[in-house]
């Protein structure tokens, strides 16, 4: 019998993705009759609008969208990110410089693949979405954290990011709107993040999937645009599923110099080759068209946005910044750790959220999966009543802690 391990160390060392299992154990338990309100998921309630579906319906339809189209992408959709990134962020970029993925994640694989040698360094600002670290790890990359607490509203500064920078950092992650915090980085701290980058050779790879979620007085600022100097040095990153509510089509795409996008493709087209024609024709359709969908998605989000912070903040031991973008508030619970609650004492966040699943029939998602235990991380993407009986749920029971 060999004595080799059955999976690869490179394999074994990923971890399942907390959100998407935390969102499977609460639709698990609502699936047995339980009234479980979920705030894990990253994803809009709502439909995707019906003009992008009859797009789908047309190109289902066609012949030529039933065989292998080119690996990085129908040329039409590229020339149509091109033209979308240049209405929304004022960034020039040829077709050639797009590649269409399976969804942003798949985008985030291959930009890491694609820029990362082992030993690479790689700054990420902590809290930080769940599939960074495997994607940098996968690659060979080393992640180096830059935490940024409640106190600053999670936003990372040049000095703080200076002094995580070794003669091994290549790439600095930029991701605002931040999941999970919410986060939003003004114009000017965009401009000194980007020149600092600049100044010190990095590569900045920037995540900008919730360029259109943005509330009050916030703006997007694309990092690619106002920093010139960065040069080529830049792939962006983006994709359909938050902005048109299309989590399930699976289109996202990676923007950055030829060779890099080339360099990329070339994986992808062993990878996977080109994502589903119809799915790709549908996202057509979403960049092409106007904005008034995310629009009105804006203004609910926005709205349950103010309820669920007003609500979270007269929990006592709970503190929660306002998010300023996205559809994620990121509470400190750290207070609420260790204290006595239902016969439990519950250690870490991670065993909180689960007191809260079990006793309250609520799905948060603890800190832990963003790399920062001691907060939760809840999703307002669900409506209003659910929102209000789910935090008033949770607010009745932590109420209890001594
Ligand atoms: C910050 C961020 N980037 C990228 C993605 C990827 O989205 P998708 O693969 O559904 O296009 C997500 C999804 O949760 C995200 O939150």
């Known amino acids: 019998m060999s004595t080799r391990p059955r999976i690869s160390a490179r394999i074994s060392a990923i971890s399942e993705s907390a959100t ?108 930080y979405w769940t599939t960074y670290p495997e994607a940098i790890k996968l690659a060979g990359g080393v992640q180096v954290d830059v935490v940024a607490d409640e106190s600053t509203g999670y936003l990372a500064s040049v000095e703080r990011l200076e002094a995580a920078r070794t003669e091994r950092t290549k790439v600095v992650l930029f991701v605002s709107p931040s999941n999970p915090t919410g986060a939003v980085y003004s114009r000017e701290d965009t401009l000194a993040i980007g020149r600092w980058a600049a100044e010190h050779g990095l590569w900045v790879v ?119 973008g996205a559809f994620y508030a990121y509470p400190s619970v750290k207070e609420l750790i260790g204290k006595e609650l239902r016969g439990r004492r519950p250690q870490t966040s991670s065993e909180l959220a689960e007191l809260i699943l079990e006793q309250a029939e609520v799905a948060v998602v603890p800190g832990e999966a963003f790399g920062t235990p001691g907060y939760f991380r809840l999703s307002y993407a669900l409506g209003d009543d659910d929102l209000v009986e789910g935090v008033s749920r949770m607010a009745k029971l932590l109420a209890e802690a001594r």
């Open 206 to 324: 920037t995540d900008e999937i919730y360029e259109h979620l943005v509330y009050g007085d916030a703006e997007f600022t694309s990092i690619a645009t106002a920093v010139p100097e960065l040069g080529d040095r830049v792939v962006i990153l983006n994709g359909v599923a938050k902005t048109y509510a299309m989590t399930g089509w699976r289109v996202g795409w990676l923007i950055g110099p030829a060779d890099v996008v080339k360099a990329a493709t070339n994986l992808q087209s062993h990878a996977t080759s080109n994502v589903s024609n119809v799915a790709q024709m549908a996202a057509l359709a979403a960049v092409s068209g106007d904005l008034s969908a995310v629009g009105e998605m804006r203004t609910a989000f926005d709205r349950r946005r103010q309820t669920m912070v007003r609500m979270l903040n007269e929990i006592p031991g709970v503190f929660c910044p306002e998010p300023k």
């Open 20 to 127: 998407l299992a935390v969102d499977a154990k609460a639709k698990a338990m609502k699936a047995a009759g339980r009234p479980v309100i979920g705030f894990g998921a990253g994803e809009p309630d709502f439909p995707t609008p019906g003009y992008i579906v009859e797009a789908a319906i047309e190109a289902a339809r066609q012949p030529r969208f039933h065989k292998y189209t080119p690996a990085g992408g129908l040329p039409e959709l590229k020339q149509a990110v091109a033209d979308k990134t240049r209405r929304d962020s004022g960034y020039a970029v040829e077709p050639s410089q797009v590649l269409i993925t399976n969804g942003g994640k798949q985008a985030v694989y291959e930009a890491f693949a694609t820029l990362l040698d082992p030993g690479d360094e790689v700054l990420v600002v902590a809290p």
